[in-house]
């Protein structure tokens, strides 16, 4: 008989534990899930955004009247589409993906990335 109460301690104490560690490995994978959908990824719309740009660009302190628009565009339109794609990071943790995406859709942009990198900043930048 003492060997039957000694085992029901120890069932009821392990269902105890059990319980508890399940109970808190639940709250934390709650609270993981939670955190990593809180970044939630921007509304970029690409007409507003050119148009943003086009209306405003000649005001930014990066501008060089030696380029046109069409220089600029290739790299704030690395910029604002990093935006989304990168939602909650920095510009610097992403700016060698944005550098080669740059060079990569850059077109007959006459913009080298040291040139364009300021434009591409203030777009990714722009509303966070």
Known sequence: MANDNLKGIVET??????????TAAGVAAGAVSALVGKVPTPHVD?????LYWRE????EPYFDRNFSF???LP????GWEGR???????????ENDLKAEFHWNRGSSRLLWDQARAAARAAFERRS
């Open 13 to 22: 104490a392990g269902r105890v534990v059990g319980t508890a560690v399940g």
């Open 46 to 50: 690409p007409a507003n955004e050119e």
């Open 56 to 59: 405003h660009h000649a005001a």
């Open 70 to 72: 069409e220089d600029y």
């Open 75 to 78: 790299a704030w339109r690395v």
């Open 84 to 94: 989304r794609r990168h939602a909650g990071r920095k510009f610097d943790e992403v």
